[in-house]
């Protein structure tokens, strides 16, 4: 079970990751047979590989902007977070901003478990391919 420290920096060492942009640092948080959910995904990703293709297809479209995490409250090997990020789409430049929340479980150091909730329409339309 993490402590409150242990879920802090941990948290802090993701969101550090994601905006450097930095793939494999990120992916190095997560235990290979993790799970992941959003509010997009009807199913849930299993497996670190699964997770992994999702991050690099995520930064090929965007560019981490801001990421910031309000609250942390841990109970037993569960975190529960509140955060806002802020990306900028490569297609086109534009900038998306949004609230959301997250449950985690964390094992050894490591997200084992991990959903999702924030509002989908906050992204608005999705940039069109240029090229």
């Known amino acids: 079970m993490?402590?409150?420290?242990?879920?802090?920096?941990l948290f802090e060492?993701?969101?550090?990751?994601?905006?450097?942009?930095?793939?494999?640092?990120?992916?190095?948080?997560?235990a290979e047979?993790?799970?992941?959910?959003?509010?997009?995904?009807?199913e849930p990703l299993r497996g670190k590989q699964s997770y992994a293709e999702l991050i690099r297809r995520s930064l090929a479209m965007i560019r981490p902007i801001a990421f910031e995490v309000d609250h942390i409250a841990v109970h037993d090997e569960v975190v529960l977070a509140e955060w806002h990020v802020e990306i900028e789409w490569r297609a086109d430049a534009r900038r998306s901003r949004w609230r959301g929340m997250s449950f985690c479980e964390i094992h050894d150091g490591e997200i084992t478990t991990w959903r999702e909730y924030w509002n989908?329409?906050?992204f608005g339309a999705l940039p069109t391919e240029t090229g």
């Open 33 to 42: 047979n993790m799970t992941f959910r959003s509010p997009v995904h009807e």
């Open 13 to 30: 060492r993701r969101r550090r990751a994601w905006l450097d942009e930095d793939p494999d640092a990120y992916l190095a948080l997560w």
């Open 2 to 9: 993490p402590s409150y420290s242990e879920a802090v920096e």
């Open 120 to 122: 989908p329409a906050d």
